[in-house]
């Protein structure tokens, strides 16, 4: 890997990466730039970085690729996102290992994006439960690539994680969203949520069951959650034709 820097830390190199990027580092661009740094410094094809709850929310992707993988995760409500950040553990998983721990996420993803391996490192607070993660996508079929990186890479995980603590500050990381939400797919994901209390308000059931049944008719028509929950908000489809 050419630019990794075998005489500096993992932390160090990150480090460098990122003083050496040119661009906005303001507080709002903070998502990109970490993840264009993290991007940068293994010589990845792609990399997404989100914050977790029932709803995934998206801070920044570094491709549009990664935008439509980082997608999938929510609209299907599963993926390695939600399993690093749920189990608090560093993952990797080739195409066969993909199929058989989130079979829908994986079909999805070799069928919709040119990913045929992909990480996970898991976004937490001093030590404490996880927040979100930080995805690493390859064109590689196999896991060697990941492999090689996903220790440093979850160093490297610490360091974004505290970088988003930090500039979050008093306000926490949820006040500090409305600083983040400027991109588009942040916004979408918003949509969701309001998606999920038109169907909470018309069928009169608990916000987890709402969703499951978003996710639900998304998958059977080919949509992304984002897609259904915009046709929602635009009246192009109404509640009570989500069944």
């Known amino acids: 890997m050419s630019g990794y820097g075998r005489h500096m830390s993992v932390v160090d190199r990150f480090h460098r990466v990122r003083r050496a ?3 906005d580092w303001s507080a709002e661009a903070l998502p990109t730039t970490l993840v264009e740094s993290c991007r940068d410094l293994f010589e990845l094809d792609a990399v997404g970085i989100s914050l977790t709850g029932e709803v995934r929310v998206p801070l920044a992707a570094t491709s549009t ?3 439509t993988a980082e997608s999938l995760q929510t609209t299907m409500g599963e ?3 939600l399993t690093a950040a749920g189990h608090g553990t560093a993952l ?3 195409a066969s290992s ?3 721990s989130w079979p829908m996420f994986g079909a999805a993803l070799t069928g919709g994006t040119p990913f ?3 990480a996970s490192v898991p976004l937490r ?3 404490g439960g996880s927040f979100g993660a930080v995805d690493l996508y390859s064109v590689d079929a196999g896991s060697a690539t990941l492999d090689a990186v996903i ?3 979850a160093q490297v995980g610490e360091v974004m994680a505290n970088s988003l603590v930090e500039v979050a500050g008093v306000a926490g990381l949820r006040g500090a969203l409305s600083r983040w939400v400027q991109s588009p797919s942040a916004n979408n994901r918003f949509r969701v949520w309001n998606a999920v209390g038109m169907m909470m308000a018309y069928a009169g059931e608990p916000s987890r069951d709402a969703l499951a049944r978003l996710r639900g008719y998304a998958f059977s028509h080919d949509l992304s959650l984002d897609e259904l929950a915009g046709r929602l908000a635009d009246r192009q489809l109404k509640p009570e034709t989500i069944t």
Do not use: H, I
């Open 125 to 127: 607070m001093n030590g």
């Open 65 to 67: 690729d990664a935008v």
């Open 79 to 81: 993926g390695p996102c």
């Open 21 to 23: 990027r040119e661009g």
């Open 98 to 100: 993909m199929a058989a």
């Open 116 to 118: 045929r391996s992909v």
């Open 92 to 94: 990797v998983a080739d």
């Open 151 to 153: 220790s440093d890479a």
